[in-house]
């Protein structure tokens, strides 16, 4: 049974960085999309960013372009975020999901059927 675990949340100012990271229990198949969602006090669950197992295909949200970098390493069956300018608005539980499909311009949590426990972040004004 395929899981993904996530780790690096935790307490910064703002300003501050943080990098993710979601392990993959296997190798992943060359078709996933593994995407970080994350969700804050009283508010949906949102996409953050999203890569694809196959190649370079990258999406970010427009709040976190420019500051937030999503990245795959094969050989570790890791993808990170790095978060960077990190603001109170991106205070939340932080989630990795993935699974076998393609990249597609919006992709909602009910698009992935594999989803982590999540990772808190924390940023203080």
């Known amino acids: 049974q395929v899981q993904v675990v996530e780790s690096g949340g935790g307490f910064v100012q703002a300003g501050g960085s943080l990098r993710l990271s979601c392990t993959h229990s296997?190798?992943?198949?060359?078709?996933?999309?593994m995407r970080w969602f994350r969700q804050g006090p009283a508010r949906q669950r949102e996409g953050v960013a999203s890569?694809?197992?196959?190649?370079?295909?990258?999406q970010y949200a427009d709040s976190v372009t420019s500051r937030f970098t999503i990245s795959h390493d094969k050989a570790k069956n890791t993808v990170y975020l790095q978060m960077n300018s990190l603001q109170p608005e991106d205070t939340g539980m932080y989630y990795c999901?993935?699974?076998?499909?393609?990249?597609?311009?919006?992709?909602?949590?009910?698009?992935?059927?594999?989803w982590g426990q999540g990772t808190q972040v924390t940023v203080s004004s």
């Open positions: 890569i694809s197992t196959a190649g370079s295909a990258i």
């Open positions: 296997t190798v992943a198949f060359d078709d996933e999309v």
């Open positions: 999901a993935t699974d076998r499909r393609k990249m597609a311009p919006i992709l909602s949590p009910a698009d992935f059927r594999v």
